[in-house]
């Protein structure tokens, strides 16, 4: 990223300090807008108690230094938060935990995290993991234009393994890391005997059932991490391989298994054909209790 900012700025000293754009079918932003951060308007309804909203801006803190989000495909997230102890607060937003778009603008991202009540009462660690899975999604969107498409789009990226195993997993990394608790373990280990038998139907949103969690979705990510290293990668290259470089370029419903074998030198039937040697048990694919993130994208 850096490196695509240092050529947009020569380009525009160059140009006069001038540049410019034109419209595109994939409503990309002007070059200009490249690099400028994605601004973030929050909404915290009082509804949450002093001490969420206090954790809530450090981790955002955290989350904005480890993966800035760059005006390239959106300009602005709108975020509303409440305890579902009241009723959805703010007149058009539904409550639950997703990405959106807001007012039908594609420019501007909604970023809904309603948190259950219960989850206060018990110290429940998800309380706060929520903020750092939803805000990769927003990274996710960053990084390819697909991801920013309304689902029905014939080249939208939906592979849903790759995307919501991606951003719970880098969640369980956030926990493991800021809280020493393994929530691999204690929230994603109920994995389907199917992400062995039959991975392909986890690229499907339709198979939640099976997905509790996203913990069928999480351990497919993690057997791609344990095949890369397997081929030769180190763990910190493995995830960014996954997190990063397959996100960057560009995947889309027709291109994902070709970005899949440009980008990890292996097919997605390959993939799976090895996902069937490994026992369906989230205790058998865990990243080092080392690992960082800010080894994966620094």
Not at 41 to 61: F, G, K, Q, V
Not at 187 to 192: F, I, L
Request: aromatic share 14%.
């Amino acid at each position: 990223m850096k490196f695509i900012i240092l050529i947009l700025l020569a380009f525009t000293l160059l140009s006069g300090g001038k540049a410019s754009s034109s419209p595109s079918d994939t409503n990309t932003l002007s070059m200009s807008n490249l690099i400028k951060p994605v601004v973030i308007n929050e909404h915290l309804h009082s509804s949450l108690p002093a001490d969420w909203i206090n954790e809530y801006h450090r981790i955002m803190t955290n989350l904005k230094t480890l993966l800035p989000l760059y005006q390239i495909y959106y300009l602005s997230i709108d975020i509303y938060a409440w305890n579902d102890k009241v009723l959805d607060p703010y007149p058009g937003i539904e409550g639950g935990a997703y990405i959106s778009v807001e007012n039908n603008d594609k420019n501007q991202k909604l970023f809904v995290m309603e948190i259950n009540n219960n989850e206060f009462l018990r110290n429940h660690v998800h309380r706060y993991s929520v903020i750092a899975h939803e805000y990769f999604h927003t990274y996710q969107m960053t990084l390819n234009k697909h991801g920013n498409k309304y689902d029905d789009h014939p080249t939208s990226f939906k592979t849903k393994w790759l995307i919501e195993g991606s951003a719970a997993s880098f969640e369980s990394l956030y926990v493991q890391q800021h809280y020493n608790e393994n929530y691999f373990l204690s929230a994603q280990n109920e994995v389907n005997p199917e992400a062995t038998q039959k991975p392909s139907i986890f690229e499907n949103y339709n198979s939640y059932k099976k997905d509790t969690n996203y913990s069928s979705s999480v351990y497919l990510v993690l057997v791609l991490a344990k095949e890369l290293q397997l081929a030769g990668h180190l763990e910190v290259q493995a995830f960014r391989l996954i997190y990063k470089d397959f996100m960057q370029a560009n995947p889309n419903k027709i291109t994902w298994k070709n970005v899949f074998q440009t980008t990890f030198n292996m097919s997605v039937g390959d993939f799976y054909t090895q996902v069937r040697s490994y026992k369906p048990s989230i205790n058998t694919v865990l990243p080092s209790t080392s690992l960082t993130l800010e080894s994966i994208f620094n």
